[in-house]
């Protein structure tokens, strides 16, 4: 940046007892957005104002970093969420803005490279979905998250690659994801209370697959059983792949319930302004 002298004075200044001049400081500061980030995170480190300081540059790196996310939301679904993974990056981004995509994406690449061993063209699309399954559950080990089941980092790609186990939702999201870089079709289908994919083959669905359960194989009777345990009503949608924009949605109100059951209000109050941002964009492209 050009105006580097400018930024550091106005950092310097954070820390001022006059609160009308940290506003404009601190609305200054942000209208830079996150390239002023490093600098921000060289003054915490290096300059011995005090807890002040440091409490009011965090809430500054905190504001820029919550609208980068904000932005690039409204911007993803404003354009067709066509990318499922940008999406769900930018809500990885929103818990952890440190995160280093180019390993998360590299770790993915990985379990890829793994299945792309034992990759054949010929093989049938249930031959694909075995191989995919060894690999996924059988040699990396993922697994459904029984356990903490509620957990949020059950609900953020990053702890789910690292940790290797997540919910069913961010499960399937990994599975769209390697099924995509190997070119085999499979879709999120919004099942009700337990997400789940489906191998769509030209313009229908030719089965179903849990990611929770280690990617076991399921058909329409099993999903109308599964209906009818719950008493819910048999609607198409249940059965049909699902946009993009409605798996972010859902991401989200996992995130809401998990930070309901947590009683963690600020981290509620920011998913529920990120999942009114979709809600708001959507129904204003339909």
Known sequence: MDNQSEIKALINLV????????????????????????????????NDFGDAFQTRVEDIIHEIQFSDVTEGLRNWVANGG?????????????????????????????????????????????QKIITINRALYAHFKFQGDNTNYYSPLNSILSTVVERRKGNPLMLSILYIEIARQLA????????????????????????????????????????????????????EKYFEECSNVDIVKRVLLNLINSYLKNKE??????????????????????
């Not at 957005?33 to 060289?42: A, M, Q, S, W």
């Not at 994919?197 to 999903?223: A, C, Q, R, T, W």
């Not at 209000?265 to 339909?286: A, D, F, G, M, T």
């Open 265 to 286: 209000k600020e981290k509620l109050e920011e998913v529920n302004l990120l999942y009114n941002i979709v809600l708001e964009e959507s129904s204003r492209i339909k």
């Open 184 to 235: 085999l079709n499979i879709v999120g289908v919004n099942l009700p209370r337990h997400f789940v994919v489906g191998l769509k083959d030209k313009n229908h669905i030719e089965f179903y697959l849990s990611p929770f359960n280690n990617g076991s194989v399921m058909n329409i009777n099993d999903l109308e059983d599964y209906l009818k345990r719950l008493n819910l009503p048999f609607e």
């Open 82 to 126: 066509k990318n499922l993974f940008t999406g769900i990056l930018l809500l990885n981004k929103h818990h952890y803005p440190d995160v280093n995509i180019k390993n998360l994406k590299a770790r993915i690449e990985d379990i890829v490279s793994f299945i792309k061993n034992n990759w054949n063209e010929n093989l049938s699309n249930r």
């Open 15 to 46: 820390d001022d007892e006059d609160e009308s001049i940290y506003f404009h400081i601190k609305d200054k500061l942000i209208s830079y957005g996150t390239e002023i980030v490093p600098f921000l995170e060289e003054a915490w480190l290096k």
